[in-house]
């Protein structure tokens, strides 16, 4: 069946995938803890040994700096609610979302995100492309699952940037 608009957005999907390979694969276990600023936010193990991230409801002004351990739980934490989301699954509460504890298990997890993304993507036709998605808007804003899928995309190139970016910054800093 012909789905132009899950094809235009399975193509950028694979492009951002595409261009968060070359940053994931260039991280060093150095990186991902890196604090660049004063005022950052990152993952720190609770007294359990539960890696947790910082956190605020009300956004801080100005906002902490996130390091790359921080982000990686970002994207997991979002990118899993979005697959529970286009699967009619209710995600669980972003604070039993936890960062593996090092960064090649958040890579790992990250790229199973992306198997799974995957397949949803490629599960979606038109009709299930404008059933209603209250995620990560509120239901009023009456958006589909085909905002959704695009929302994905638009996020993780915007959170892969940020990890491109801290990751250069501290190399340079570094040299």
Not at 2 to 11: A, G, K, N, S, Y
Not at 134 to 160: I, R
Request: with cysteine.
């Amino acid at each position: 069946m012909l789905t132009p608009r899950r094809d235009l957005l399975r193509w950028q999907f694979d492009l951002t995938w595409s261009l968060a390979g070359i940053h994931l694969d260039a991280l060093t276990p150095e990186d991902f803890l890196w604090e660049p600023a004063e005022l950052s936010w990152t993952v720190r193990p609770d007294a359990n040994g539960v890696w947790r991230p910082d956190w605020a409801d009300t956004e801080p002004d100005p906002v902490p700096v996130p390091t790359i351990a921080w982000l990686t739980w970002h994207i997991g934490w979002w990118w899993g609610a979005a697959i529970d989301h286009a699967e009619g699954v209710t995600p669980p509460a972003r604070e039993d979302v936890h960062w593996p504890g090092d960064g090649a298990a958040a890579i790992a997890c990250l790229r199973d995100l992306h198997t799974e993304w995957t397949r949803v993507l490629d599960g979606l036709d038109e009709t299930e492309l404008d059933r209603p998605s209250a995620y990560p808007w509120p239901a009023e804003a009456d958006l589909t699952v085909a905002h959704l899928a695009g929302w994905v995309n638009a996020e993780l190139m915007k959170n892969v940037t940020e990890i491109g970016h801290l990751r250069m910054l501290r190399a340079a800093s570094l040299a």
